[in-house]
């Protein structure tokens, strides 16, 4: 693959082509969020089946993404991404048509597919149009529409179920699939892969097996608890099938992930910060709501627009600071934003009862702009770090961090409040944790967000371990680069 076959000069239509499809895959899983509740009552189902509604689509999404990533780099990543636009158009129209529950799940899966080929591949087309200079700001520009979808979404939804029916939150995804679909035709780049390469399906089974055991144990251990045996034995299964794939890996000539990337220290801490920082804003959105409404009084609105703060500052960074890195290098912008994400998160520990809208603003936006300075180079030293024929699998690595950094956020860090809640009260509550006085669900939300400043600060000293290693190679490339006396 040669960078004669890259036009830059058609740079910004391939973006809006990504663009397209991220914030089409973003803006559906804040809407469908939204609408959980209005699925309960109009399908006449419990909250525990209308819940695969969403669960579905994220363990489809994150068992195909490394698969569809390799298999872009061998088949082309132009067809597998226009297809994914199509597939998830479809899926949308045929969820809104869904005269059930169940035919509801099962269509999400066949849009999880779609998004999974949308999603897996952004990174990689972007990291390919773009020269290697102007990376940065490219995927900065990515987060930006990430978090435009954020915003959007519950907005967008909140009216459409208002005005119509929540059949028209799947719906609105018509015009723009069609969009994307032109878009990703006309724009997106056709580069020939490398020949020769031949499909690891061991490695894909045992890979999609053991990711499907985490996300189940995950899953299940949120409503029987971390110490059941079916979530225990969940977790085995992962562990098996982990191993099963590395040695697997190890000896395939062609395998679905070269494991000596990881022997690139700098990589692995890039892929292992972003994992953590993952966790800690997935579990902080799981929980801050409920501090919201339960314990301040907000209602839906205000909580909705309370929570933008975080979007909004990650969206208006994300572009500065990939530019700034793209000039400055990657290490020390994300070291910065990992700083600034641990005041944020300490600020977030000091929360009371008592604390106002504008007092929690204050604390809350440092969050934002943490993940803003951060993200955007860390994914850009990520995909700097991935051969041109690896582009995919490293793209569709960076997708699937994101969702497991996610489901452990949401699942581990929800069951720590709710554990420490039950603590204080010294009893099981009727109706769960949130159900709580006020005060006990705070003093467990300080507990929760002082173990997640312990665990940013464990990314902090992985980061700057990262920097100062990074720099003592330059200057080993340096000595050893200048002739002998």
Known sequence: MDDHQIDYSRKWHVMAAVAMGIFLATIDGSIVNLALPTLVRDLRADFATVQWVVLAYLLTLATLMLGIGRLADMRGKKPIYTAGFVIFTIGSVLCGLAPSVYWLIGFRVLQAVGAAMILALGAAILTEAFPPSERGKALGLFGTVVSVGIVVGPTLGGALIDALSWHWIFFVNLPVGIAGTLMAMRFVPAIKPVGG?????????????SLLCLLFALTLGQQVGFDDSRTL??????????????LIEWRNAQPMIDLRLFQDRLFSINLITGLITFVAIAGSFILIPFYLENVLGFD????????????????????????????????SITVIGLMVLLIGYTALSTLTTQTDAPGFMLRFVPIGIGMGIFQSPNNSAIMGAAPRERLGVVSGLLSITRTIGQTMGIAVLGAIWASRVFTYAGRSIPGGATMAPAAFQVAALHDTFVG????????????????????RKKAAAVLSAKPAP
């Open 197 to 209: 390469q031949r499909f690891d399906y061991w490695g894909a089974l045992t890979l999609c097996i």
């Open 452 to 471: 997640i400043v312990v665990v940013i600060a464990i990314a902090l000293a992985l980061g700057i371990w990262g920097l100062i290693d990074e720099r």
């Open 233 to 246: 034995l969940l977790f085995a299964g992962w562990v098996l099938f982990t191993v099963v794939f590395i």
């Open 300 to 331: 839906t609105r205000q909580v909705g627009l309370l929570l933008a703060v975080v979007p909004i500052g990650l969206g208006l960074t994300s572009p500065v600071s990939g530019a700034l890195s793209d000039r400055f290098g990657t290490r």
